[in-house]
């Protein structure tokens, strides 16, 4: 079956432009989290979701962060006014709930601002 | 502090040599952890987990790990390495919070490099 997917791969963007970032994750999989992971580091959590609601927003770095996901599906975060240090590749994960609870990964958004 | 650690930057190991990448874990109640695996320019793989039973849990790839509940570790391990194992490590748990939502927190990574 299919994968969690992201998209754009790739995002050149200006200092200061806004910027969205999508994740589809794996059809019927509740739980959706964002992660960012600098250059050969660790994963930096953002934000995870339940269903459409966040009840964890406690990694996003700055109010430029904002999150959705609408009909329990797709996710996308934005990211306004993006500054040098937000060059990252941003993650998108889902998982089924339950008592599983492993993450399945996309393959993740490249996002350099230049 | 609910937390996981990887105490090394990077393992070095020669090719057909049993590998070990250790991780150990601060939580509250029965631990759930995991292993993943990151191979360049990709995304994060799963690659085991240990939620109850055999402290040994047996994964993807021949890999192995052993959950320890007196040291609070979930090594993860290979008898015999190839070099297409040099990759990214992390190690992550499951962390509970309140509204009975769970969340994993990952460890900062091992990078794993088979010489051969």
């Known amino acids: 079956g299919a994968g969690v997917s992201q998209s754009p791969s790739n995002k050149v963007t200006e200092k200061g432009k806004d910027v969205e970032l999508r994740c589809d994750p794996i059809s019927g999989h509740t739980a959706l989290y964002w992660y960012r992971q600098s250059l050969g580091q660790g994963l930096e959590f953002l934000i995870y979701?339940?269903?459409?609601?966040?009840?964890?927003k406690s990694g996003l770095p700055s109010d430029r962060f904002s999150a959705e996901r609408t009909g329990g599906s797709v996710s996308t975060l934005t990211i306004q006014r993006t500054q040098q240090e937000d060059s990252a590749v941003y993650l998108c994960?889902?998982?089924?709930?339950?008592?599983?609870?492993?993450?399945?990964f996309g393959p993740g958004t490249r996002l350099t601002v230049t | 502090a609910q937390s996981v650690a990887q105490p090394e930057d990077q393992v070095n190991v020669a090719e057909g040599n049993p590998l070990t990448v250790k991780c150990t874990y601060s939580v509250s109640g029965n631990p759930y952890l995991f292993w993943y695996v990151q191979y360049p320019n990709r995304g994060l793989q799963f690659l085991l987990k240990?939620?109850?039973?055999?402290?040994l849990v047996k994964g993807s790839y021949g890999f192995e790990a052993e959950f320890n509940k007196s040291q609070t570790s979930f090594h993860l391990k290979k008898p015999s390495a190839l070099v297409s194992d040099s990759a990214l490590y992390f190690c992550a748990v499951r962390v509970p919070f309140s509204g009975g939502y769970n969340k994993l927190i990952f460890g900062a990574g091992t990078r794993l490099a088979v010489h051969p």
């Open positions: 994960a889902s998982s089924s709930g339950g008592t599983s609870y492993e993450q399945y």
């Open positions: 240990y939620i109850t039973g055999d402290n």
């Open positions: 979701f339940q269903g459409n609601s966040a009840p964890d």
